[in-house]
Each structure stands twice: as C-alpha cells, then as structure tokens.
C-alpha cells in the first residue's frame, strides 16, 4: 500500500512523542514478513502489550470434510440464516462454509456490533454482498457499503458496526493464512498500481482521522495458529483501550475497495479469468465479474468455455444482475458454486446459444480460486443443493 500519515507522529521515527503533560507515546510497529515488508508506527496512550487477562474462546464449528466422491456443488447461503441477524454479528456469527490449509471461506449475516476481533493467522478480505455500516480499527474507522472489499491486515484489532437504518450486512469473509495485496503484475517495482491494472490507489479507501478511545480491561478476541495448524481461539483482556492510538503512519493499514469501481477488461473474443482478479494471497486469488461489455468477434461466443483448470478448485458467489452462463442451472443471487479440479466446468447448455449476438452482460460475482482442493464446512453441508451436480446432464444415473 501506498504511505499514509493520521494524527499525531514524531518528526522521526523510534524516537519520543509526549502529549501536552508531558506523558510519553508508545511506539509499536506493525510489520510483515519479519521486519521485510509494509509497516506502519502507531502511537498509543497505554502499553500495547499489557493484558490482565487470557481465556480460551470456543471457535464456532471449524469441522472440514473432503468433498468427495468428487462433485461440483451449489450452495444456498441465504438459507444459512433464517432472521435478520439482530442478534448476530459479523466475527462470532460466522459460519464456516470452505476451507484448507490456505484459506477459509465464511458467510455472516449481522445487524449486531462485534466484540473487538483481531485474526492472527492472516490478513482477512470481506466482501459486503449487502448493508453498510463502519469498521473501527486500531487505525481509525472505515465506512462500508455494498460491494466493498474490506481488507483488514493480520492482527488488526477491529470490530463491526453495522448501520441498522441499511439491514443487515451479508458478508463473504475470505480469511487467509498469509497476506492479501493486489497482483504482483499490477505493480511496479516500487509498488504502485500500474496503468494496465483495472484499479488506482484512487479507488483504495483508507482510514483519514484516529479512532480514539477510552476504557480499562477491554476484551479482545484473537483467532490464532494452535497445534498442527489448527485453528484456535483465545479472549484476552486487554488492560487499556486498544484503540488509544493517537497518530500513526505507514504502509499497512486497513482499506476498503469498491467492486464498482473495478475496470474490466474484455477482447474481440472472451478473456480468461485472470483479467478479472483484484486480489491475490498465499494459495488463492480473488476476482470481481462486473457489468461489462462482452466480446465483438463477430462469431464470439460470450459465455465462457467449458475449461478444466486443473491446478484450481473455483468458488464463486453471485452477487447481482443475471449471470447468464448459469441460466438453467438453479443458481440466484446469494448462491455459492464449488467447481473443482478435476471436474471440466463451464456454461448450462442451453446458455450457450442463448449468449449470442449479446452486447453486454449486467452480473456481478466474485470467485475465489485456490490452489489446494477445498474441504466442506458445516456451512456448505447444511446449505447445499443435491440437484446441481447433475444440471448439466439434466438426470442423475445413480
């Protein structure tokens, strides 16, 4: 990310910041990759590191299961939760939809504000499928809306706030196990957004003003790395505000992204999915399908070809518009398709001839593609389709 400066910082860095009584600032770095890559210097009124306090807290069910035999898999994630979410909210009401050693793929529906949250196994990137609301953070505060990208860095404290007058936020928490940053084709040497990538730091909403608070013996949840790579939780109780902060700066930070404002790239004949990715980590890529102009080939065929990515399990979920590739197929907005290596995946037959001789397509998804096979979660066992797999045939054998 590109440098910012909020609030209150020392003219250089590792050196003393008082307040008015003469009160010293405690400097904290916020770094990745052992001191290698982004950080930011942030400048707290009370000790950062003090806790009075530290219990274990019960994840929800994390149980995966193989997704075997071996099917393609629609998902019905707005029949996960059958209220408006008044008493949910967005870090503790997750349920566990997709998951491996590299990513896990949740779905929340929450009108309630969350404890303060920090994940510490990785850097989380929440797509806001509905309702707004704000984000306070260690950094300062984040309004979202609907369509955002929320990218939270690992172990920022953080907690959600939704805006009730807005309905419920539905969100799609894509967690990792390392850092989410956009493609490394997307930049220059130094890190800036180049002029063939769909966005600019423009479009990257950062926090402006600190987000100062007050309090003593304040809860935080941390989901963290436990013992063969579990995922674990722990509640620590922190003894003064986490968000103290009274200045920072730095290149690591949370932002928002909005899918609007993503540019898509298309071609006399249909591109590959890559021009469609807006984010990338360790083992996965993101990817926004916006409304766009298809293909001008006079023989084009707009819809996708049926592809075998055999290095890839595909998970996309459809946000808005009609996304004419799955007509036929059972598929609605708030659906979640599983497409795995191993099985070739691509348009309803009927959608095919359907496509032709269109101008445009007004859709709006995003996929997740991941490198090692997904595994089930609770959430996808309890949400799934049992006709899917056996659409494009239109029967079932056995």
């Known amino acids: 990310m590109h440098y910012r400066q909020v609030g209150e910082v020392p003219r250089h860095r590792h050196t003393q910041l008082r307040d008015e009584t003469g009160a010293l600032r405690y400097e904290e770095l916020m770094g990745e990759e052992g001191f290698s890559s982004d950080s930011s210097l942030l400048y707290h009124r009370g000790v950062p590191s003090a806790i009075v306090a530290s219990e274990v807290w019960e994840l929800p069910d994390q149980s995966l299961v193989a997704n075997h035999p071996l099917r ?5 994630l707005h029949d996960l939760f059958s209220g408006d979410g008044a008493d949910l909210d967005a870090v503790t009401g997750r349920r566990l939809v997709l998951g491996n050693a590299d990513v896990r793929l949740s779905y929340a529906v929450a009108a309630a504000t969350s404890p303060y949250y920090r994940n510490a196994t990785g850097d989380e990137c929440v797509f806001v499928e509905a309702g707004a609301g704000v984000v306070e953070t260690v950094f300062g505060v984040l309004a979202y809306r609907a369509g955002d990208f929320v990218v939270v860095p690992r172990a920022t404290t953080h907690r959600w706030v939704p805006d009730g007058s807005a309905g419920p936020s539905r969100l799609w928490a894509i967690e990792g196990n390392g850092h989410v940053a956009p493609p490394k084709r997307y930049l220059s040497r130094y890190g800036q957004l180049l002029e063939h990538a769909p966005y600019c730091e423009r479009d990257l909403v950062g926090p402006t003003a600190v987000h100062l608070r007050e309090g003593e013996d304040v809860e935080v949840l941390v989901k963290h790395r436990g013992s063969g790579g579990a995922v674990v939780g722990s509640r620590l109780v922190h003894a003064t505000h986490p968000c103290d902060v009274v200045g920072w700066d730095g290149c ?22 890559p021009v469609h990715q807006v984010f990338e980590g360790p083992g996965f890529v993101v990817c926004a399908f916006v409304p766009r102009k298809v293909d001008y080939h006079p023989l084009a065929v707009p819809v996708p070809y049926y592809h075998s990515n055999v290095d890839s399990d595909e998970v996309m979920l459809y946000v808005a518009g009609d996304y004419e590739a799955r007509k036929g197929s059972g598929i609605a907005i708030g659906s979640v398709t599983l497409h795995p290596g191993g099985h070739a995946h691509g348009p309803q037959p009927a959608a095919i001839e359907a496509s032709l001789g269109a101008e445009a397509f007004d859709e709006t998804a995003v996929m997740v593609d991941t490198f090692r096979p997904l ?10 389709d049992p006709a899917y797999p056996w659409s494009w045939a239109g029967r079932r054998l056995r």
Not at 72 to 76: D, F, G, S, T
Request: glycine share 8%; proline share 14%.
């Open 72 to 76: 393609p898999r629609h998902l019905r």
């Open 252 to 273: 690591l930070y949370p932002f928002t992204f909005n899918v609007e404002d993503f540019m898509p790239i298309t071609g006399k004949v249909h591109q590959p999915p």
């Open 375 to 384: 595994e089930l979660g609770e959430g996808a066992r309890a949400a799934e």
